[in-house]
């Protein structure tokens, strides 16, 4: 790449903001300047970068890359690009760091990036990072790591803004102004009473909006919710999605008031579950990504694939007792992939919309029968739609109605149960306490490809033989 062309290439940079992806020739450009070595190019092309932005690249790149990009990138590296990073990678970046340059990177982050910096690290790792932390930031974090994994104290921050009940807004306003430690980001003041509980909130903007001598507990906000320092963090997120929540308070088994999660957080589990869900869904483990290596992929794609074999030598066998069957009509080998292939795929249309609301806490045991039912109707009113053209063009193709009746009638019962299995077998899962994206598609899969074989060749033996 000449020079001309690394000009080029950082003029994108100012175009980024459009589609929000890095352009390949703005990548091309930052790893022409690591080729290189030109820090002062690489700095000038970095400097306009999201956080987000560079972690994705880090990502993407391969690993000799990264090495060099961040040995290079030395004192600029900043700590939203570690809080940013993929958890598959987030450790090996640690480690080529500078061990200054980590220090001064992990000094800038808020207490909840430092834990979740923190949860997956290797122990030595962990007491390096904490040991870099002023004293109250390094109690506070380890701290917050004594709570449950997945609860709302790691995922609190315990930088909190808050005021007594009985200020009014132009104490409020002078304390603030008096702090040279708030948050980065807050949204909200908590009050709070003598005893450190939270009483309300009230949104900045609302403060600036009254008079000085206006009492806070007169402007605080009528919807208040208080988070338990255990409460599981998907249950934070759903009630920060269900109530359209910005921030909430986070007590402990005190009720006293010891952080506050933001929006930003809640919504980054609720992205986090949506994203396990679709791995398991698909088999491929939950915290799969596209940074892992050959052997790592392997080892959590091959679990599955053995399951999915095991259940496949189910249908074979379905297969073999009709095996007189199919060697009497050739016709119906070549047909028993389409009744199998359509109660898959229709299996997997309920099942994903199941799990989805499932998740979401819209499908309960309220209207559980309810969409049950919905299910049925619909998987049976789709196997008449399409059994009819089924039929028709099998009987004009191998000469056979009755061939064609049996196939149309095979396709109904196995779009019917598919659509039952899809909602069902999610809804008993859940039942049962095991997660329905884990485990679902592997059951109906084998359902549709029992019930259809057997459906299919069954009728055939029965009406053709």
Do not use: C
């Not at 990548?27 to 000038?44: C, N, P, T």
């Not at 088999?283 to 259940?311: A, F, M, Q, Y």
Request: without cysteine.
């Amino acid at each position: 790449m000449t020079e001309d062309q690394v000009e080029t290439a950082a003029e994108t940079v100012s175009e980024e903001d459009d589609n929000y992806v890095l352009s390949p020739k703005t990548v091309a450009a930052i790893l022409y300047a690591v080729d290189v070595q030109d820090r002062e190019r690489l700095i000038e092309l970095m400097e306009p970068l999201h956080a987000a932005d560079i972690a994705d690249m880090l990502e993407q790149i391969n690993a000799f890359d990264r090495l060099r990009l961040i040995k290079l990138y030395d004192r600029e590296f900043d700590g939203e690009i570690l809080s940013e990073l993929d958890e598959s990678i987030r450790e090996e970046v640690i480690s080529i760091l500078n061990p200054e340059v980590l220090a001064d990177a992990v000094r800038e982050l808020d207490s909840d990036d430092v834990v979740d910096l923190l949860e997956d690290l290797e122990e030595g790792d962990r007491e390096a990072i904490l040991d870099v932390l002023e004293d109250s930031d390094r109690i506070a974090v380890q701290q917050s790591l004594t709570y449950p994994e997945y609860s709302a104290g790691r995922l609190m921050q315990r930088e909190v803004v808050m005021a007594p009940e009985h200020w009014n807004v132009g104490e409020a306003i002078d304390y603030l102004r008096d702090q040279d430690d708030l948050p980065d980001q807050f949204y909200h003041i908590i009050m709070v009473d003598p005893r450190l509980r939270p009483v309300g909130k009230i949104a900045l903007g609302k403060l600036m909006a009254s008079r000085r001598e206006v009492l806070l507990d007169s402007i605080k906000d009528d919807s208040f919710h208080v988070i338990p320092v255990t409460r599981d963090e998907g249950d934070v997120a759903y009630a920060f999605n269900q109530y359209h929540l910005i921030s909430a308070p986070v007590v402990d088994e005190t009720e006293r008031l010891v952080g506050v999660i933001t929006i930003d957080d809640a919504m980054a589990v609720l992205d986090e579950e949506h994203e396990e869900d679709i791995l398991r869904l698909a088999g491929v483990g939950e915290e799969s990504s596209l940074s892992d290596t050959i052997i790592e992929t392997t080892k959590k794609r091959i679990p599955w694939l053995v399951v999915n074999l095991g259940t496949a030598a189910l249908a074979a066998t379905v297969i073999a007792q009709f095996e007189d069957t199919i060697a009497a009509l050739v016709a119906l080998a070549v047909l028993m992939p389409i009744v199998a292939s359509m109660g898959g795929n229709a299996g997997t249309q309920s099942l994903t919309v199941a799990v989805r609301a499932l998740a979401t806490r819209d499908l309960t045991g309220s209207n559980a029968f309810r969409v049950i039912r919905r299910e049925m109707f619909v998987g049976l009113l789709n196997g008449l739609i399409l059994a009819v053209p089924l039929a028709m063009v099998t009987a004009l193709l191998f000469g056979s109605p009755l061939l064609g009746f049996v196939i149309g009638v095979a396709l109904i019962i196995n779009l019917f149960v598919a659509a039952l299995s899809g909602v069902g077998i999610p809804i008993l899962l859940e039942k049962l306490g095991v997660d329905p994206a884990l485990a679902s598609g592997v059951f109906v899969t084998t359902v549709t490809d029992v019930i259809g074989f057997f459906a299919f060749l069954g009728l055939a033996t029965v009406i053709l033989l």
